[in-house]
């Protein structure tokens, strides 16, 4: 099914407009900006001649070198760096600026749309519902939402606007489930949040702009995901649960991870956005990983730890910052070793 997306878009803008809107400067010495419009905003591997994408993160300066976006927003110290193709549009934040482009490009992100227009109707006229789904008391489907066969949504859950929900998926009491969609045989427990807004703020001393989130949740076949975790919907690109992976109560997942197949997260694991999981990876509980790094699969990530760069497929890591296993308790036997002998000194008067 092509799905006709979740968010409308305004635009084409000129990159005059653009500039405006961001408080950026056009950098374009060679007069390729001249009737220039731009129809949307994408990341900077995925962009094309039609769309703007920004530079920030020195993480990603090959992606900047590549790309073949019609528009970019970069810093002054980047500027020379944004291909022959690409104009700069030069501010000092690109990512506040980003923020304003996305406000200029999906004015009604803020308020994402759930149930519009429904009135007092709990069920939608516009919803597709397959004979065999059952739908509680008190679940709200919205417009254009799909329910699959043998699929039961429970009291109180929402599923919103323009979701699909597969087949065989069990959705529990008070779930809400919006821009997002569900493959078959998924279970979602009491209490699930899924395609909230990521937390995406362009912070600053004139106080922190909020970057709007237009992406969406993808969750592939077999997925279970404990009660009152959290998946939130990426900012351009989309949050991906990989087929058969199992998530643990109390967990939140951020914009624009990918998690890959058979995974399992334990309960109070965090993992922040943009982070990728390959298949059949082991978080522990309480675990967590900071954004833009990547967990190679089949790798396992000890309770209570947290890595801050890469891990490599297959490894077992434990510590904040989590580091290989073995070097953890050397680490750890050492410290304890070394309690011990001041104990004695103190003990023996020394």
């Not at 305004?10 to 056009?26: H, K, Y």
């Not at 519902?129 to 699929?151: K, N, W, Y």
């Not at 592939?220 to 058969?244: C, P, W």
Request: glycine residues 14%; contains cysteine.
């Amino acid at each position: 099914m092509n799905h006709p997306g979740f968010f409308d878009i305004a635009g084409p803008f000129t990159l005059a407009e653009i500039a405006a809107a961001t408080q950026s400067e056009v950098k374009d010495a060679a007069g390729a900006a001249d009737g220039r419009t731009l129809a949307g905003v994408q990341p900077l591997s995925e962009a094309s001649p039609r769309h703007l994408s920004f530079f920030e993160n020195r993480k990603y300066l090959p992606q900047l070198l590549a790309t073949t976006a019609g528009g970019c927003l970069v810093s002054a110290q980047f500027a020379e760096r944004v291909p022959a193709g690409t104009v700069a549009l030069v501010t000092k934040n690109p990512y506040r600026a980003f923020a304003q482009a996305m406000a200029l490009f999906y004015p009604e992100a803020m308020r994402s749309k759930a149930a519009p227009g429904g009135g007092d109707q709990r069920i939608s006229p516009s919803a597709v519902i397959e004979d065999g789904a059952e739908i509680e008391p008190g679940a709200v489907v919205g417009p254009e939402a799909r329910i699959g066969r043998g699929s039961r949504i429970a009291a109180g859950a929402v599923i919103g606007y323009r979701v699909t929900i597969g087949r065989d998926c069990y959705i529990g009491a008070n779930a809400s489930v919006v821009h997002a969609l569900v493959g078959d045989r998924v279970i979602l427990h009491a209490g699930v949040r899924i395609g909230q807004d990521g937390f995406g703020f362009a912070m600053g001393r004139e106080g922190h702009l909020k970057v709007p989130q237009v992406g969406r949740v993808i969750i592939q076949d077999d997925v279970e995901i404990g009660a009152n975790s959290t998946v939130d919907r990426g900012a351009l690109k989309d949050t991906v649960i990989g087929e058969g992976t199992k998530i643990d109560n109390l967990v939140q997942i951020g914009h624009n991870v990918v998690i890959g197949r058979h995974c399992v997260i334990v309960g109070q694991v965090g993992i922040s956005g943009s982070t990728e999981l390959g298949d059949f990876v082991v978080m522990g509980g309480q675990s967590g990983a900071v954004g833009h790094i990547k967990i190679g699969a089949g790798a396992q990530i000890a309770g209570g730890s947290h890595p801050k760069d890469d891990v490599p497929p297959g490894a077992i890591m434990a510590g904040t910052p989590a580091r290989p296993f073995k070097q953890w308790a050397r680490e750890v036997a050492a410290i304890q070793r070394l309690s011990r002998r001041s104990r004695d000194d103190e003990a023996n008067g020394a």
